[in-house]
Structure formats: C-alpha cells, structure tokens
C-alpha cells in the first residue's frame, strides 16, 4: 500500500538526496592543500636553510639575490608566484579548488549556498583562469633550472656522487616534468587545437605529439598530486639536511 | 525473495511529493524494472520515460538516491536496499509528471549551433587519425544527466547564457571536424556562455557512456575559445597575418 510522505525544499548549502558521504571527496583536498599552503609560506618567509652541498630547495630555485643586495626579503618570494600561478590555473586544480573551497558546487548533485552570484569565468578574478598556458609558459623555464639543480645535486666537491638528496632532486623533477607536460593547454597547442592532422603542415608529428601529451594528460590529477607531494617533501628533506636535523647519507 | 522500499516522486506542475511502494526484488533487476513493477502492480499511473532498456536511448534518465542515472542502468543491487531508495526527476528541468521532465530547453540550444558546413570543394575522404576524437563525442545518446547535474544549470539556472555540456559536446565534435567549414568560438563565448563552466567534472562523473566531456571535448574548445579571445600572442599574430575572425 502507497504511504505519502513530504518532501523537503534543496537549496542550502549541503542539500542533497544522496545518501553516501559525499564531503569525503572534499576532506583531502582541504587538508592537504591548506596544509600545503601554510607550509610553502612559512618556508618561503624563513629565507634559510634552502640549500647544503650540492642541493637547492625547489622553492628557491633559480636563486636570485641570496646576499640582499637589492632585494631584502626572502629570495623565494620572487619566485613563488610562477609555480603558484600554473597550479592555481591548472584546469585539473581548478575543479578541485571550487569544489573544496569555493563549494561551487561541494560535490555533483549537492547544493550550494543560496543566493549566490555566479559568473564562472567570465569575470574578475578568475577570467584569469584563461591565461593558464602563459603560467605554463614559465612553468617550463622554471623546470630548467630544476632539471639543472637535478644534474648539479650529482656533483659533489669531491666529484661526482649520489646522496639521498641527489634522488630526491631527481624525482622530484621527473615528477614535475610530468605534471608541466600532461597540462591541457600544452596538449592543445601541440596538436589539439587542429582540425585536420592529415591536412596541415607537420600535422602528423604533431598528432604524434598530442598522443603522448593526451596519454599523459589522462592521468593530469595524479601528476598534479604527486608533484604536489614531492615538491614539499623535496624542500623539507633539504632544509632537515641544511638545519643539522638530519644527516645526508652518501650511497655512492 | 526480499522486499525493498522505493521512495519515488509523484507529481505534477504544481508540486508533489515522495510516495513509498514495496517492491519485491529478482535476480539482476534494475531501478526501471522497480518502477515497471509499481507500474504494473499499484500505481498504473506512474509516469516514466522509457524505450530501449539498455541504456541507448537516453530516456529513462532520473536521480536514484540523489545521483543522476540511467533508471535502466542501475543495478538493485548496486545500491543500499537496508534503506528506501529514492527516485526523483532530474532537477534542472520541469516536472511534467511523476518522473517525467520537460527537456525541451535543450532542443531550442541545439538550434542556435550551425549544422555541420563541409568546404564546397571537400573530397569525402578522411584518415581515421583525424576522426578519432570525434567518434567518441558520437557515442552521445541525450540522457541529459549531464546538464541535470552540471550546476551551472541546476543550482544557478542560467539557461539563458549557458548551453551545457551536451552542447559543448555537440559543437567539440562539429569544431573538430576534418572536413567542417565553420567556426563556433564566438558562439561558444557569447551564446553558449562557455566560460561559465568551471571544470568541476560533474558532467564527465555522470556520463553512462563515459565520454570524457571535461577533458576532450570542454576544455579543448575553452582553449580555441582563449586563442580566439584572450591570448594576445595569438591574437597579435592574427593581426600581423590578417586572418579574419569567423
């Protein structure tokens, strides 16, 4: 037999019908990616302990002004804006971004906050969202001078050697690269914005290289985490290194 | 055989609410078959959209326990049966009856997009590199989850500057189409609101036929709609060779 019962109206913040816990997918994101933020700017105001041997902190390099002859704060505060710039308009972070911060929307099918204004990107502030591959742009200078800091962290004054740190540096930018190299924007200048790769000028290398860009590109939230983890966790083992906390050990 | 409650929405226009039936359950059954079974037993009424039961047609489409799906293509057994399960309409359009909405919004956007304009000297012959991606955009079958959940639409309702992703869908595989002539960038900026979309991969969550719309067919038309419109780099070179914008 039929029971009637009422139904309720859905437009708070948090409304929704679905009965698993939808916030789970959010929780993560807050957590490491606060965590992470206060982390990279306590450590981008403390201006030491960045380097140590052949090493150099990913969140000072390239190293610019470390005497204070012109700049007088911390050298990584010159920097930070260009790898903060690719992540914060990286299509892959910005979904997880308005979901964790914004709850624009929370999750799928879950209410937002009434009464809202939207505008997605079509203004201020995130129409800036648009100049994602200029942050790529830097994104790929900046890789240089990790992929350079990699190669020097091999070199010891003794010569040539392998430390913990020389691993670390090194997967810490194959995994950057790998992030850098799977963004959208990239797969579409490479190849994705054609039509026609039979009809057009290098067409076929450049599909060749959209294929490899979209291969990586499937995986783009992996690589974004990943490199996330191991950009901190590269900068924390130098600066244990560089404080005294914790002692280099030499394989090689 | 084990019973199970189906809390589904019995309404019209002008309102309704939840009404709970008792459904016994069978081997393989599936939300559609529940709602066959209320159908048949006690509420003859019932309204339901439906054809093909396997999840081609795209009719059936509603929100099961709060997620839009395919009635046809959710498992009982896939789902929590220690607690009601709710079948609602989809959100984002009109409730003509019971489970079934007005989407009629949708067919008046997909007259606004430019059929597909071959080059009037084009040779019909394509290399299957070059219609790759457009063959995946071709698996769409109009269930609509995706603009039912896309938030753009169902929590701010601007149906009036947003087409939604099926439509981004639609006009992805007519942009990138080999043989095709015309340009809908400014379509896709000015008519069909694209930079309202903010990439939260709900549309892509949804798709029962798991077409990657973020990934291969949004963001790359948000790309060609950037070099079209706010990269000035490709926007001076576009000068500098004169090229028109369509």
């Known amino acids: 037999m039929a029971e009637l019962s009422t139904t309720g109206s859905v437009t708070r913040l948090g409304s929704t019908q679905r009965q698993d816990s939808w916030w789970i997918e959010i929780l993560p994101v807050i957590m490491v990616m606060g965590g992470f933020s206060v982390y990279a700017t306590l450590r981008a105001l403390e201006g030491k302990f960045y380097e140590w041997g052949p090493y150099i902190s990913p969140f000072y390099s390239p190293l610019i002004d470390a005497n204070h002859h012109w700049w007088p704060f911390s050298p990584a505060i010159l920097i930070l804006g260009g790898p903060l710039g690719f992540r914060a308009t990286c299509y892959y972070y910005r979904k997880a971004l308005y979901r964790a911060f914004l709850f624009d929307p929370p999750a799928c099918a879950v209410s937002e906050p009434s009464g809202r204004k939207y505008s997605g990107e079509t203004a201020f502030p995130f129409v800036l969202q648009n100049l994602h591959r200029y942050f790529f742009y830097l994104a790929v200078l900046f890789l240089c001078f990790l992929w350079y800091d990699a190669v020097l962290a091999f070199f010891f004054p003794e010569g040539f050697g392998i430390g913990v740190g020389s691993l670390v540096m090194l997967v810490n930018v194959v995994l950057l690269s790998t992030y850098t190299f799977s963004c959208h924007s990239l797969r579409h200048l490479v190849g994705g914005k054609l039509d026609c790769f039979s009809c057009t000028a290098f067409g076929p290398p450049r599909h060749s290289a959209w294929r490899v860009v979209s291969f990586l590109n499937e995986r783009h939230m992996l690589w974004a985490w990943m490199s996330l983890f191991s950009v901190g966790l590269t900068d924390l083992y130098i600066r244990l290194v560089s404080s005294g906390y914790l002692k280099d050990i030499r394989i090689l | ?246």
């Open chain 2, 1 to 246: 055989m084990s019973d199970v409650t189906m809390r589904v929405f019995r309404g019209d226009r002008d309102g309704g609410g939840p009404v709970d039936y008792r459904v016994a359950l069978t081997p393989g059954m599936v939300v559609l078959d529940a709602l066959h079974a209320i159908q048949a037993h006690q509420a003859p009424d019932l309204a339901v959209r439906w054809n093909c039961k396997a999840a081609k047609c795209g009719s059936c489409s509603a929100e099961v326990n709060g997620r839009p799906r395919l009635a046809c293509k959710t498992r009982m057994d896939a789902l929590p049966l220690d607690k009601p399960i709710t079948v609602y309409p989809l959100k984002a359009f009109p409730v003509i009856k019971d489970l079934v909405t007005d989407v009629s919004w949708n067919y008046k956007v997909n007259a606004k997009i430019p059929a597909f304009t071959p080059r009037p000297d084009v040779k019909w012959k394509m290399e299957q590199r070059d219609v790759d991606r457009v063959q995946e955009f071709r698996k769409c079958i109009e269930c609509f989850l995706c603009q039912d959940v896309c938030h753009v639409l169902r929590d701010h309702g601007k149906k009036e500057q947003f087409g939604g992703p099926r439509f981004f869908v639609r006009v992805a595989s007519l942009e990138m189409h080999p043989l095709d002539s015309v340009s809908r960038t400014k379509l896709l900026k000015e008519e069909l609101g694209i930079g309202l979309c903010n990439i939260t991969k709900c549309c892509t969550e949804v798709c029962p036929e798991e077409i990657h719309i973020t990934d291969n067919a949004i963001i790359p038309l948000k790309e060609r709609v950037v070099d079209e419109f706010y990269d000035p780099l490709t926007m001076l070179v576009r000068k500098i060779r004169g090229a028109k914008r369509d």
